[in-house]
């Protein structure tokens, strides 16, 4: 949910950065823009990847407790912080309800909280260790 969330946003704010002008030019072609979509495009990867890779241990039989863990504190984690990096690539835009970054930002916070708060993944990921 988190990831899938994020990558729509992200689809949204690259089209977006694709048609706003600024300074007599797109938005996306300024490096600093053109940056951050290739960042949230690696987190996204990432998060995506461990949430897969977790899911097949888990369908051939693995209960990979650690890592669906990590997966869930990290993929949550992570659309937050596209969602915002989206808003901002909108300028003022983005924090309007007309633009669905906005709607997208707010519902993927819950994720952080929702079926077990960030610091309870942390909680079950330490003492996955031992302690
Ligand atoms: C929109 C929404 C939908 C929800 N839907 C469902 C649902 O369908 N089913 C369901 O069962 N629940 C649902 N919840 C509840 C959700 O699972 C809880 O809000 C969540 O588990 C946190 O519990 P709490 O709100 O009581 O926070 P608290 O337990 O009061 O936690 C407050 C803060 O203290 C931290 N904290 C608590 N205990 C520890 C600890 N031991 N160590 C370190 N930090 C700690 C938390 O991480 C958090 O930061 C929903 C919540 C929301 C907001």
New binding site residues.
């Given amino acids: 949910m988190a990831y899938s969330q994020a990558e729509r946003a992200f689809e949204l704010t690259v089209e977006y950065a694709k048609q706003r002008e600024a300074f007599g030019q797109k938005i996306g072609n300024f490096q600093a823009i053109r940056h951050k979509f290739a960042a949230m495009a690696t987190k996204l990867e990432a998060a995506k990847q461990l949430t897969y890779s977790t899911a097949w241990r888990f369908q051939q039989g693995d209960y990979a407790v650690r890592e669906a863990t990590m997966a869930k504190l990290f993929a949550t984690q992570i659309a937050c912080e596209v969602a915002d990096e989206c808003i901002q690539i909108h300028g003022g835009y983005g924090y309007t309800r007309e633009f669905k970054v906005e709607r997208a930002y707010r519902d993927l916070r819950?994720h952080r909280?929702?079926?077990?708060?960030?610091?309870?993944m942390l909680?079950v990921i330490g003492r996955s260790y031992g302690f």
């Fill in positions: 819950l909280i929702g079926a077990g708060t960030d610091e309870i909680e």
